[in-house]
């Protein structure tokens, strides 16, 4: 899909969309859990901005831009987001 203009999505339907899903916990804004947002640069579905409205709704979460990737996760960025999901979990206080 590289020729796919990305789609026109206002951030705050995103965050409402990502809240409304069934994959997703619904997470009350007063709630303090260690939240990690990857996202991929070239994301032609939902561009960086989206990334930055789901960090924004979740107090304290962690956003990490992800440079090249697109919307699915490549086997070639295995090593860096699991970096970045060690460095995040790492960081769990038990």
Do not use: Y
Not at 29 to 48: I, K, N, Q, W
Not at 49 to 73: D, F, K, N, Q
Request: positive net charge; hydrophobic residues 45%.
């Amino acid at each position: 899909m590289p020729n796919t203009p990305p789609l026109k999505i206002p951030p705050t339907v995103a965050v409402h969309l990502v809240r409304a899903s069934r994959c997703f916990a619904v997470i009350p804004r007063s709630a303090a859990v260690p939240t990690l947002v990857l996202h991929g640069t070239e994301d032609p579905m939902f561009p960086p901005v989206h990334a930055e409205a789901t960090a924004a709704a979740v107090p304290g979460a962690r956003l990490v831009m992800i440079e090249g990737m697109g919307h699915t996760l490549p086997r070639s960025l295995d090593d860096r987001l699991a970096a970045e999901i060690l460095r995040h979990t790492a960081r769990a206080q038990v």
